[in-house]
Nanobody, 124 residues
Framework: QVQLVESGGGLVQAGGSLRLSCAAS????????MGWFRQAPGNVRENVAA????????MYPDSVKGRFTISRDNAKNTLYLQMNSLKPEDTAVYYC?????????????????WGQGTQVTVSS
């Protein structure tokens, strides 16, 4: 069973950038499609990026397309999310997740394993 730990969150001004990392242990990252999700207070958890097993396919919602980039380094068992041009509405707890499906997958219920989350706060 894979364990996921996110890092890289923090406070940033609008227009700034952050890079989130998700380190996997207890399993081989290349066996899973991966996703990044976020959840703001009072909101449902939403997908912001998804990537297939090999990294050959990615998906983004319109709200982050062109600003966020998901990538993976299977040799390092690590998933990344580069976030540029951040906006106050990007403020949320960000989670990485893994699914044994080939992916990419955007639905919350397709994912079996979740990290504990990392807070991202964007000030205006």
């Amino acid at each position: 069973q894979v364990q996921l730990v996110e890092s890289g969150g923090g406070l940033v001004q609008a227009g700034g950038s952050l890079r989130l990392s998700c380190a996997a242990s207890g399993g081989t990252l290349s066996s899973y499609a991966m996703g990044w999700f976020r959840q703001a207070p009072g909101n449902v958890r939403e997908n912001v990026a998804a990537i297939s097993w090999t990294g050959g396919r990615t998906m983004y919602p319109d709200s982050v397309k062109g600003r966020f980039t998901i990538s993976r380094d299977n040799a390092k068992n690590t998933l990344y999310l580069q976030m540029n041009s951040l906006k106050p509405e990007d403020t949320a707890v960000y989670y990485c997740a893994a699914t044994p499906f080939v992916g990419p997958a955007t639905a919350v219920d397709r994912y079996d394993y979740w990290g504990q989350g990392t807070q991202v706060t964007v000030s205006s």
